[in-house]
């Protein structure tokens, strides 16, 4: 249980690539720097909100379009307003509606809110709550007792053990999620089949968008491990921007691309933007760290997974991406000489690139996903640390960022 814990985090920073050997660089135009200044930070020791706003074991922050910020802690969503002062408390511990019983792990609770304002909370990997602009409780679902994902699963041919990595509610009555799950004839051993989803639902209906075979699960004799490599985030009227990292690339000689995936919800016609990128080597270091050997089952399985990563030989084009607004933000793997990340900047409306910009690894690293919100120029960064303080810190956006 220990290597499979410490080994699934992990899978999640170095999401499978392609095996290709031999790929062409390009020359990049320059990409802009230090393109963020701090606003102001709440918390820390000398933190002055009441005493039911303090942060204790915050997890998982959003803002929305009015500069609200929500932070997922003691059982309940604390509410602050644009200049980080005391707004409102949503939910408490409990059972009932709008309560939560479990803000239990390092990736949960999961807070989105969506262009039309809809509040979602993804308590655990299968519960989830909805909220109304207006911070009304809306619903409360349990998937595994969802009928039609039931349905969904046995049209597949699917095992019905949802776990679901993200999920956002666009509105009342529309969702999209992604989910893992295994062939239901080949569950166990090294020929396991693992899927990952990219599932729409409205009140009527469920099916899945895309259906792929995971390209990052690894078969280990202890058994495999893997991630859902679907990065995607909801785009106003109703659209939807999506990539599959093990898929929606191409890399060749000539040069290497990654694909993306605009998605009308209300037609559902798609159009595609193709963007060359600078693929980036695993370093012998990374590879290296995959060296557990307290037991002789751990040291064979490690030696799988540095050979695995050796064949695979480059991370995959984009880490994550996030919206904000028609703006897309696109982050890769690619850093310069402080540690910052390479990151280009689409207009989803008009699906043109506009520029690419260098973002601090706390804002663009996958492993901090949950600790950052990106909205109205804005960056909202929740700072956690073990056995210290908790703060919140608001960083402006240069503008030029936004081609403005």
């Known amino acids: 249980m220990h290597f499979k814990i410490y080994f699934s985090l992990l899978i999640f920073l170095f999401i499978y690539c392609s095996s290709e050997s031999d790929v062409a ?16 930070t709440f918390g820390g020791e000398d933190d ?15 803002a929305n379009d009015k500069g609200d910020i929500f932070i997922g802690d003691e059982l309940s969503i604390k509410v602050f307003d644009k200049n980080g002062n005391e707004k409102r408390i949503i939910g408490r511990q409990g059972q009932g509606p709008g309560e939560f019983t479990s803000f239990m792990g390092i990736a949960w609770p999961k807070l989105y809110i969506s262009p039309e304002g809809f509040f979602t909370v993804l308590e655990k990997s299968d519960t989830y709550h909805v909220f109304s602009p207006e911070y009304l409780f809306l619903i409360k679902r349990n998937l595994r007792n969802n009928q039609k994902l039931k349905s969904l699963f046995k049209d597949f041919n699917l095992w019905a053990d949802p776990r679901v990595n993200d999920l956002i509610s666009v509105n009342k009555n529309e969702r999209i999620f992604t989910i893992s799950t295994t062939d239901i004839n080949k569950r166990r051993g090294l020929d396991k089949k693992v899927y990952d989803l990219l599932v729409y639902e409205n009140a009527d209906t469920m099916f899945a968008i895309k259906k792929l075979l995971s390209t990052s699960y690894i078969p280990l004799p202890s058994g495999g491990m893997g991630s859902i490599d679907f990065q995607w985030d909801l785009l106003p009227d109703s659209r ?24 009308s919800l209300e037609t559902f016609q798609e159009t595609l933007i193709s963007h060359t990128y600078i693929p980036i080597e695993f370093p012998d270091s990374l590879i290296n760290s995959y060296n557990w ?5 751990e040291k ?19 880490q994550k991406i996030i919206a904000d607004g028609n703006y897309v933000f696109i982050f890769t793997y690619q850093k310069n000489d402080k540690n910052d990340y390479f990151t280009d900047i689409f207009d989803a409306s008009t699906g043109k690139y506009l520029r690419s910009v260098y973002f601090p690894q706390w804002v663009a690293s996958f492993s901090y996903i949950d600790q950052i919100s990106i909205r109205g120029g804005y960056v909202y960064r929740l700072k956690s640390p073990r056995d210290e303080f908790a703060e919140v810190e608001k960083y402006k956006i240069d503008p030029a960022v936004y081609v403005k």
């Not at 660089?25 to 102001?40: I, N, R, Y």
């Not at 002055?48 to 959003?62: N, S, V």
């Open 48 to 62: 002055t909100h009441k005493e039911e706003y303090l942060l204790a074991q915050p997890r998982g922050i959003a």
């Open 240 to 263: 939807l921007i999506y990539t599959h990292t093990g898929y929606d690339k191409q890399m060749n000689q000539s040069e290497s691309r990654y694909i993306l995936h605009i998605l």
């Open 25 to 40: 660089t390009f020359e990049q135009p320059p990409a802009l720097t230090d393109v963020l200044s701090l606003e102001w």
């Open 293 to 297: 050997d307290r037991t002789p089952e």
């Open 300 to 318: 064979r399985d490690a030696k799988i997974v540095r050979e695995h990563f050796k064949k695979i030989k480059y991370f995959a084009p984009i």
